[in-house]
């Protein structure tokens, strides 16, 4: 087992320096995630308008998998409407946890990500973001 | 071995498969014996001995061989009141040291009612928590917890404010799975039954690390697991005095627990057996005794010792490490052979992930302590827990691999 595959350097680099982390001047959707196996909690803000999400703020400091994860996720949903991202999310939830393979689709970062499946208990860190996301898009659905 | 000499824990390596022979790089450094301890082979051999030799059901069968299995089963129940010195009647035999949690807290609803008041401590293991939380729910009653003084030893200032009539039962562990923490027990115990308050101790990290006597814990239930002492899983215990386990409810009914079944009634077995519905984990039971042997071979006061010694010792070390936090007590005398941790540099699960990658396996997370984690104001944390076979080494290679991690993470 090599923890170069785990730890990339676009990972080590999302984690060194994770996007998403300026407070929203408005919050629209928001979401509390939290991985019962370790604690990890993690809070997704989602600015949108007319559907698209224009801006995500991420907080909570988890391990540098699951911060990677949230920062990717904040690069990649950005700019994307509700459904996208919602489309988005569910391929990273199956791609991570091997149900997809990578190459299927276009992962943009978090193809570094994928590493983890070689390390089944870290799969978790990975999903939290994402799994996360998609609650809080299931919430906003139920309100509307 | 000779009384005074020391705990050799390269000799009793030896006896564990897992851990003999590997030297250097390779080596397992097995630092979560916590979460559950190697097995001596005596123990490996003794369970596929019974299967080989003496498998059949239990108080069942009348030929030679099912009273083979019987035996087994009930030696078991001697060894184990022997180990504490208590009264074999009043050793429960179930899967685990929750179970028998579970059934001090959910057989003994019948003993609570609304406005009565049960209290636990913050530094509990879910499983000393969560049943106590159902039967309070169920039953109407308040729970009150000790909390913490800053050296994360339990406050007995606190205990005067806590402790009243209403108080029915007190819940608390002989030792704590994250902090180390050892309270005063048999004090504590002692001003609850004063209170008039039954007590439940979760012996599930005292038991196999400490000298234990059933009676000068001043339990009336005493809760632990046979493989967090070198045992099989699968099986553990609630020791009772009989008359309070009387009192207590059966959760799980059916065969075995029965003393007569009508078409539409049915009268309970005597205590323990009352306790004990369905096929045990016969195995298990045979398998149990030779790990208490070989606790005994060694003395427990050396088993005590060694751990307190390396308690230290981690203690010592980790402290080098600028900036980490270390959790309870500094003094290894209150503490049992665990020691937990927050890096504020690296995450628990890096750091727990890049230890495997070096070949040391410890753990991260909570440690089914939420609440605990909450108060401390750390999401999680990291455990390294010792063992009789733990050697000064692989605490080395513990503080040298969070040394690793820190470059790897920060560089
Ligand atoms: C203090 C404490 N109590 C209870 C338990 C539960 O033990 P088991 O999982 O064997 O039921 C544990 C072990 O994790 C523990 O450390």
Redesign the pocket.
Known sequence: MNLDDLYRDVVMDHYKNPRGREPLERVDIHAEGANPSCGDEVGLDLQVEEGRILKVGVRGRGCAVSTASGSILAEMVEGLTLEEAGRVARRMKGALKGEVRPGEIDMGDLEALTGVRKFPVRIKCALLPWVTLLEALLEKEKET | MAAGAKLDPGKVRGEFPLLAGKRGKGRLVYLDS??TTQKPERVIAAEARFYRESNANVHRGLYDLAGRATEAYEGCRRRVAAFLGADPRGVVITR????A?NLAALGSARLLGRGDEILVTVME?H??LVPWIQVAKRTGAALKHIPLDRMGRLDLEALPGLLGPRTRIAAL?AA??VLGTIPPLAEIARRAREAGALVVV?A??AAGRLPLSFEKTGADLLAF?A??CYGPMGL?FLVGKPEVLERLEPLETGGEMIEAVHMDRASWAEVPRRFEAGTPNVAAAAAFPPALDLLEEIGLDRVRRHEMELTEYALERLSSLEGLEILGPANPEERVGLVSFHDPLVHPHDLATFLDGEGVAVRAGHH?AQPLHRILGIPSSLRASFGIYTVKEDVDALVEGIGKARRYFQG
């Open positions: 916590a979460a685990n040291a929750t179970a949690l293991h499983a000393n562990s704590s799975n979760d599930a990290q697991s493989h967090k553990g089914c």
